[in-house]
């Protein structure tokens, strides 16, 4: 009987530690990560796809959450054309992330055409995946 006791102590030790953990995972604020993609181009490269498979796997595994994708363009060309730009970008990562198995009604997605960066304008060429 007392073996018996130390087991049922242990497994709910385990549980309460297991479910802390899911809590301060839900808790936790929003995951962010980057794709970034060459001028002119919304083609996804190996590391974009690698960065899409992980945010993927992350909403996935956070059931219930939501998906924002965020596009952007750098300040070369007209503005109508990243804001057209943007959006593609956005649409490719989105695109990806249902092949993935996020659901599409679970991701808000939205281009907001260029931005200055102060660096590097591949810094303003990119896609934001936010997972909360």
């Known amino acids: 009987m007392r073996g018996t006791s130390r087991v049922l102590a242990g497994l709910l030790i385990a549980a309460a530690i297991a479910g802390q953990a899911?809590?301060?995972?839900?808790?936790?604020?929003?995951?962010?990560m980057v794709v970034f993609?060459?001028?002119?181009?919304?083609?996804?490269?190996?590391d974009a796809a690698n960065v899409i498979n992980h945010a993927a796997e992350v909403a996935k595994s956070a059931?219930?959450?939501?998906?924002?994708?965020?596009?952007?363009?750098?300040?070369?060309?007209?503005?109508?054309?990243?804001?057209?730009?943007?959006?593609?970008?956005?649409?490719?990562?989105?695109?990806?992330?249902?092949?993935?198995?996020?659901?599409?009604?679970a991701?808000?997605?939205?281009?907001?055409?260029?931005?200055a960066s102060d660096v590097y304008k591949q810094e303003s060429r990119r896609v934001g995946i936010s997972v909360e």
């Open 63 to 105: 059931q219930g959450k939501h998906v924002t994708v965020t596009g952007y363009a750098d300040t070369t060309g007209s503005e109508a054309a990243n804001r057209l730009l943007s959006d593609l970008r956005a649409q490719v990562v989105t695109d990806k992330l249902v092949e993935d198995g996020v659901p599409a009604d």
């Open 22 to 32: 899911q809590a301060a995972q839900q808790d936790a604020g929003p995951q962010k």
């Open 37 to 46: 993609f060459e001028e002119w181009s919304a083609a996804l490269d190996s």
């Open 107 to 115: 991701i808000k997605q939205a281009g907001k055409g260029e931005v």
